[in-house]
């Protein structure tokens, strides 16, 4: 089976993450956590998603689980810089003064071979997933990429970082494959391919081009035993609320994004720093077979947006694109590290409804004519 596609009507999905049920107090407890991604995929179904998923219940965070995961990660932690925020030295210290938000950034290095341990905790999320859908929806589980898990928590242990990255393809091919087989789509969490622009070493764009690259050839290694029709990728610039002055251009990654074998292409599309991009796809012609997921709500701000201006972005991507290679979706998640919840839970849920209004608006005028 294929992805869903927006063949009678935009289809709606979201990037991952959502807020946490506030009675689950023990993410360890196997009976809360599967009542929870009962709950939350019925919420999301409440609010009108078309494509769902176990809002990560069971996670920490949407990368930093794979420490419970893998071995090779009790090195000491290295720092994390964003470039972005020294030319506001007064903001950034107000960020890094949030003890929920310098615990995100305390993870462990590499130190040792990377492997995968035991795969009862992914075949416990899809238990948990399968149970709540029925198999009668369509669902996706998101897994960190390679790229991801070298950015939070980079390699102090193989002689390179393209061993380093290969080991990690190797090792989360096992977690891609089960959720694969499992019936799922699988999204890979790809926020590295942007948002390390700003946060790794300084280099030209065509070293950074060269970066990205690397990247999606481990993943497309990990993947190689998944059809890509069952596979979407999500990027963006980092999950935060700030300048973001210095993000790289999407115009300047996207060719290589649009190149690896996923069929699915999540972004940002909503934030005030990349709403523009839409206008890439002007003049980079989208792939044969492959489907935009750009984001038509903002992650990272409390406002409601309203269905009409959902119905504006997405009209926009299909008129360039074609509106059967446009789902709707999110700029990002809502909780990717579950200390943190810059969204009121209430107003995640009313976001989405206002999605899926969007979205009906948007179908109403697409299908219009046809």
Known sequence: MSLQTSTERILTTHTGSLPRPADLTDRHDQQAVRAAVAQTVRRQLDAGVDIVNDGEVSKPSYST?????????????????????????????????????????????????????????????????????????????SAASPGVIDMFMPNRYYPSTEEYLFALADAMKTEYDAIHQAGLVLQLDCPDLACEWSVGPEVTKEEFRRVVAQRLEALDHATRDIPPDRIRLHLCWGNYEGPHQGDIPLADIIDLVLAARPTAVSFEGANPRHEHEWKVFEDVKLPDGKLLIPGVLDSTTNYIEHPELVAQRLVRYASVVGRQNVIAGSDCGFATFAALVPIDPAITWAKLAAMAEGARLASQELWATA
Do not use: H, K
């Open 65 to 141: 689980y794979v420490t419970e995961r893998l071995s090779g990660f009790g090195g000491e932690p290295v720092p994390f810089q964003i470039r972005d925020l020294e030319a506001f030295p007064e903001f950034a210290q107000r960020m890094i003064s949030d003890p929920d938000l310098a615990a995100v950034f305390g993870n462990p290095s590499c130190n040792g071979p990377v492997a995968y341990l035991d795969t009862s905790l992914v075949e416990a999320d899809i238990a948990n997933l399968r149970a709540a859908s029925g198999g009668a929806i369509d669902t996706f589980m």
